[in-house]
C-alpha cells in the first residue's frame, strides 16, 4: 500500500471516479475536529475529492462548490463540513479569522483546500491529501499524518475497502 512516501498511504494512480470513492471511503474515518489539508495544482481534485467526502457523510455531493470567492462553505451532513480555500489568504492570521470560532468549537470537520501553510501550525493532528495529475484522466494521490492519525486511517480504509 505505501510506495513513495513516508509515512504516508499511497490511494495510487487513479481515476475521478475511484477519487470520490476514496474519498468516501476517508469519510468514515474521519472524527469531529479532524483536519484535512488538500493539496495540488489547479483542476488536481481537491473539490472532487471533497464532494466525496461530502457524499461519504451523507450529503448531496452535488452542494459541492469550491470556496474560492466565498472563503468558506459549510455542508450539514452526518457530521458538519466545513470546506475553506486559503489560496487568496493572505496569511496565518486570515486564516485563523476565518476559521477561529469553529476551530475553537472543535465540531466538525475541516478541509482545507491550498492550506500547506497550515501543516506546521497543526502539525500531528493535521491530515494532507496531495494530488498530482497522472495524466489528464488521472491522479496520483497520497494521504499523510502522523502518528495514532494514520494508524487510524490506515486500518479504517483497509476496513472499507473489505467491505466492498
Known sequence: METGCEPCIELGIISQEELTKAAERLAGCLNEGDIVILSGEIGSGKTTFTRGIVKGLGCNPLVVTSPTFTLMNVYVCEKTVF???????????????????????????FIIEWGERLREFFKDE?????FEHFDEFRRKVSVQARGNVLDRIRRCLEIAERIE
Open 126 to 130: 493535521v491530515i494532507n491529501v496531495h
Open 83 to 109: 470546506h475553506v480555500d486559503a489560496y487568496r489568504l493572505g496569511s496565518m492570521e486570515e486564516i485563523f479569522y476565518v476559521l477561529e470560532s469553529e476551530l475553537e468549537d472543535g465540531d466538525g470537520i
